[in-house]
């Protein structure tokens, strides 16, 4: 006993001390010093979030914040704070006996993570009226191209929504039954990348987006299977119709016929069949598939086989063919498209994404 009347506690590791100085282990376990938040999100908060050791050289940032804030706006966090997870609590009862919850977040930036635990407390005043573009960057970075479209047309971000439809129209085909779909990528553990199970556009996209947005998806893919088969369409329409294309006058007819008999063959042995508007238009698979299979292409004729003596006419007949296929520019096309440079919007859709822009800072 104390001056005071109490009992001084003395922990015992030896089985031969005195059984009276004994006291519960569970009592002896000295917690864990609790961290100094850097910004505290919500004063009664439970959770210490230490984020960015890995991403700064300087020290991290500690945030205190409500667990269940952020699993209420997070499945991922509620997974990871709720869920069979190392950072978890499994019960009320247990963190009352625990030390500090504290969860280590070492990839993520601080800067993004403060605005959006802003957000996820509702704490408006602290949120920029302007966000700047690393950090709004930062913020909309989805696995899932669906949400990140989502979030652009939110925001108001033109460019990352084209973007975002662009990814979709690359990954896009239609299904036996004649929907468009999409083969989406799929990340595992270890953040690699494979195809998911394929799904229907209208019901992968939900209602995430405007209704409308497939249908341009649809039209845009159409647009693009059309242009980077024109050149061999046209080659192909040429031939049939004896227009003269080789510039050597006696191998002219032997020449294109064999061109054409090359064309025919090599298009039969790819997915699309034949050369023809048709063909575009029955087209199933996705874009990247198609541009694979057109540089597969081989395309022969008596000139293109060096059979000629006439050097000059043999130069000429080569470069006829390969300016009229058009590799370069079909590349170039295809590039743009990629970065959603070939989308066009509505001019509802603009408005909106402008208005949106204006009430999220990002013009």
Known sequence: MDDNGRRRPVVIVDDDEPVAKRIRLDKAVMPTPTPTPTTIFDSKGDLHLVVGSDVRDRDPSTFLVCSK?????????EKMLFGPFAESRSSPESSKQEPAWVVHLP????????????ILHFNFKEIPRRFTPPIFSGMIISPQ???????AWQLGSTRKFKAA???????????????????????????????????????????????????QIRDERAKLINATMEPFITLHDDLANSRERCPIP????ECDKMLLGSLIRSFRKIVIEEATRDAARRYRGTIPDLQQSLDSVELRGRSLLGTSHH???LRACRLDVEKRLEKGQRSQLLEKAKKGDTIVLLPGQEERLGRQAVKSGLQ
């Open 69 to 77: 804030a952020l699993a209420r706006a997070s499945p991922v966090f």
């Open 107 to 118: 990839e993520d930036d601080p800067d993004h993570m403060e605005a959006v635990l802003n």
């Open 145 to 151: 191209i669906r949400i990140a479209l989502h979030i």
């Open 165 to 215: 439809m662009a990814v979709i129209v690359d990954q896009s085909f239609i299904s036996g039954d004649g929907r468009i779909s999409i083969m989406p990528k799929a990340w595992d553990e270890d953040e690699e990348a494979s195809d998911a199970e394929p799904q229907d556009l209208c019901k992968y996209l939900g209602d995430l987006v405007p209704t409308e947005i497939v249908d």
């Open 250 to 253: 006696a191998h002219q007819e």
């Open 311 to 313: 050097n000059d006419f």
